[in-house]
């Protein structure tokens, strides 16, 4: 990375800035966030935000309130390109997401501190957390056989694997995307990319990898009971409804990705991408390894984008498989218990899109679509006339919530936060925070978790007020606000915590 000193940010309004790249020969970057948020962008996360600004083939880059610095370009981000596709904004977990799974069961029914851990323990028994861990690590989890990961990656939710594994096929009309294809846009060269990439030494253990299936992993992953509170406003009553929101009733929200699957498809992409810089003795963007890229049409660039696919696809039916073992899970204890999908929304993907009249490669690196009602890309699908949700995770204790774009979201490529943002290092949390009140912050608000101790670097003073990062995208006239979600438990990766 650079070490040149980044341009200051000016101030445009509220909520708004720009950060001038020098020499003046590019658009400045569009920066989301009030003064209180433009504080926490420390400086490495601003040298990454013009190391991406200044890359080969990037028109335009967003830095939106919860951007922290991250892998190569900063998470938090938005890049635009025609012409050339960058690995690092879309990052290691491969369509890391969020999903929203809405319960008819009302919130006086989870108050009981048992029936919460009735709760956790039917969950825990079907979905794994932590690294490496799959179905045969749980008793209760859905085997998913070899031949079945196949479909998954090059299908996604397509109504024959949503079938197998026992998916309710309305859910996939509830995705962002519930299919991807390959860089031509057709399925067969996605088939066509997986046996290539079964016969690379790097996925070897690829039906390991598919009993990742229906799991969280660790890190910032998690799965969260709520209580969904709609805003008191005639407007997002009429969204609500849309959305399939119950006021006062139990939902569930989760967070996570593509697991190892997608990870040892991003890490293979950065070394083969890496070694032709080496080959063709080209620089970096500044100097920074993780910002390596490929121009589209490139056999680089099609490798690339099929292998995204793959592990998007993963992603997608991973979502959607936690979605149906957590509906289980409720039914184990409140039988005859219905839940439906609100969405399935990434923020770690690169997507073809329109921005400013011309077709582009908008890459989100913990970043999220924000599209308004009206907008084409929504026509034919439930979201039409209100604009899709948008699932923004906050902390469980300040609680997370759900908005909807507003017309002003043009200004930033259609895209806002994913949630909160980082505001301390893991390591610093880890360091800094003490682990007694970290526990004891969780039991004043009444917030169980299956964790014996809740992990440090997730606690909740490890990442920026929520509040005022929502106030930010409200302020931008970016997006409002729809409904909060107010955590009743948590299910985390606790091991590093617990031993």
Same mark, same amino acid.
């Given at each position: 990375?650079?070490?040149?000193?980044?341009p200051?940010?000016?101030?445009?309004?509220?909520a708004?800035?720009?950060?001038?790249?020098?020499?003046?020969?590019?658009?400045?970057?569009?920066v989301?966030?009030?003064?209180a948020? =433009?504080? /926490?962008?420390?400086?490495?996360?601003?040298?990454?935000?013009?190391? @991406?600004r #200044?890359?080969? !083939?990037?028109? %335009?880059?967003?830095?939106?309130?919860?951007?922290?610095?991250?892998?190569?370009?900063?998470?938090?981000?938005?890049?635009?390109?025609?012409?050339?596709?960058?690995?690092?904004?879309?990052?290691?977990?491969?369509?890391?997401?969020?999903?929203?799974?809405?319960?008819?069961?009302?919130?006086?029914?989870?108050?009981? =501190?048992? /029936?919460?851990r009735?709760?956790?323990?039917?969950?825990?028994?079907? @979905?794994? #957390?932590?690294? !490496?861990?799959g %179905?045969?690590?749980?008793?209760?989890?859905?085997?998913?056989?070899?031949?079945?990961?196949?479909?998954?990656?090059?299908?996604?939710a397509?109504?024959?694997?949503c079938a197998?594994?026992g998916?309710?096929?309305?859910w996939?009309d509830?995705?962002?995307?519930?299919?991807?294809?390959?860089?031509?846009?057709?399925?067969e060269?996605l088939?066509?990319?997986?046996?290539?990439?079964?016969?690379?030494?790097?996925?070897?253990?690829?039906?390991?990898?598919?009993?990742?299936?229906?799991?969280?992993?660790?890190?910032?992953?998690?799965g969260?009971?709520?209580v969904?509170?709609?805003?008191?406003?005639?407007?997002?009553?009429?969204?609500?409804?849309?959305?399939?929101?119950?006021?006062?009733?139990?939902a569930?929200?989760?967070?996570?990705g593509?697991?190892?699957?997608?990870?040892?498809?991003a890490?293979?992409?950065?070394r083969?991408?890496?070694?032709?810089?080496?080959?063709?003795?080209i620089?970096?963007?500044?100097?920074?390894?993780?910002?390596?890229?490929?121009?589209l049409?490139?056999?680089?660039?099609?490798?690339?984008?099929?292998?995204?696919?793959?592990?998007?696809?993963?992603?997608?039916?991973?979502?959607l498989l936690?979605?149906?073992?957590?509906?289980?899970?409720?039914?184990?204890?409140?039988?005859?218990?219905?839940?439906?999908?609100?969405?399935?929304?990434?923020?770690?993907?690169?997507?073809?899109?329109?921005?400013?009249?011309?077709?582009?490669?908008?890459?989100?690196?913990?970043?999220?679509?924000?599209?308004?009602?009206?907008?084409?890309?929504?026509?034919?699908?439930?979201?039409?006339?209100?604009g899709?949700?948008?699932?923004?995770?906050?902390?469980?204790?300040?609680g997370?919530?759900?908005?909807?774009?507003?017309?002003?979201?043009?200004?930033?490529?259609?895209?806002?936060n994913?949630?909160?943002?980082?505001?301390?290092?893991?390591?610093?949390?880890?360091r800094?925070?003490?682990?007694?009140?970290?526990n004891?912050?969780?039991?004043t608000?009444?917030?169980?978790?299956?964790?014996?101790?809740?992990?440090?670097?997730?606690?909740?003073?490890?990442?920026?007020?929520f509040?005022?990062?929502?106030?930010?995208?409200?302020?931008?006239?970016?997006?409002?606000?729809?409904?909060?979600?107010?955590?009743?438990?948590?299910?985390?990766?606790?091991?590093?915590a617990?031993?």
């Amino acid at each position: 990375m650079s070490n040149s000193q980044p341009p200051q940010l000016i101030p445009t309004g509220e909520a708004t800035a720009i950060l001038p790249v020098a020499g003046g020969k590019h658009k400045p970057i569009t920066v989301i966030g009030t003064e209180a948020i =433009r504080a /926490t962008f420390d400086p490495g996360c601003l040298q990454q935000a013009v190391n @991406t600004r #200044t890359a080969p !083939g990037v028109s %335009q880059v967003v830095l939106n309130p919860d951007a922290h610095i991250g892998y190569g370009a900063p998470v938090g981000c938005v890049m635009a390109s025609p012409s050339h596709i960058y690995p690092g904004p879309v990052g290691v977990d491969i369509k890391c997401s969020m999903s929203l799974l809405q319960l008819d069961i009302p919130a006086d029914a989870v108050a009981e =501190r048992k /029936t919460r851990r009735a709760l956790i323990d039917a969950i825990c028994a079907r @979905t794994p #957390t932590g690294a !490496g861990k799959g %179905q045969r690590d749980v008793p209760k989890a859905r085997a998913v056989s070899p031949a079945q990961g196949r479909r998954v990656a090059a299908e996604g939710a397509s109504a024959g694997v949503c079938a197998e594994l026992g998916i309710p096929i309305a859910w996939a009309d509830r995705c962002e995307d519930a299919v991807h294809t390959g860089h031509d846009g057709t399925g067969e060269a996605l088939a066509e990319r997986l046996e290539v990439v079964l016969r690379s030494p790097g996925m070897k253990k690829f039906d390991e990898k598919m009993r990742q299936l229906g799991s969280y992993g660790g890190g910032n992953h998690f799965g969260e009971c709520e209580v969904v509170r709609v805003a008191d406003t005639r407007q997002a009553r009429d969204t609500a409804r849309v959305f399939g929101l119950r006021d006062g009733q139990v939902a569930f929200l989760s967070h996570c990705g593509s697991r190892g699957f997608g990870h040892n498809l991003a890490m293979g992409q950065f070394r083969a991408m890496q070694q032709k810089f080496a080959e063709w003795r080209i620089p970096f963007p500044g100097d920074d390894k993780e910002l390596c890229y490929a121009p589209l049409g490139s056999p680089e660039a099609n490798d690339y984008l099929d292998d995204m696919a793959l592990g998007a696809n993963f992603a997608t039916v991973n979502h959607l498989l936690i979605n149906a073992l957590v509906l289980e899970a409720f039914q184990e204890v409140f039988p005859g218990a219905h839940g439906s999908l609100v969405y399935f929304i990434s923020h770690n993907i690169a997507r073809q899109e329109t921005v400013e009249n011309k077709t582009m490669w908008v890459m989100r690196k913990g970043a999220t679509r924000a599209f308004p009602g009206g907008h084409p890309a929504l026509a034919r699908t439930p979201f039409a006339q209100t604009g899709h949700p948008i699932l923004l995770p906050g902390d469980p204790q300040r609680g997370s919530a759900v908005m909807v774009a507003e017309a002003g979201a043009k200004l930033s490529c259609y895209s806002v936060n994913h949630g909160a943002g980082r505001i301390m290092a893991r390591r610093r949390a880890m360091r800094e925070l003490d682990q007694a009140a970290v526990n004891r912050s969780f039991a004043t608000q009444d917030i169980l978790t299956n964790c014996r101790n809740y992990p440090k670097d997730e606690a909740p003073d490890a990442y920026k007020d929520f509040n005022e990062v929502l106030r930010s995208v409200k302020l931008a006239g970016l997006a409002s606000e729809v409904a909060r979600l107010k955590a009743r438990f948590v299910i985390k990766d606790a091991s590093a915590a617990d031993d």
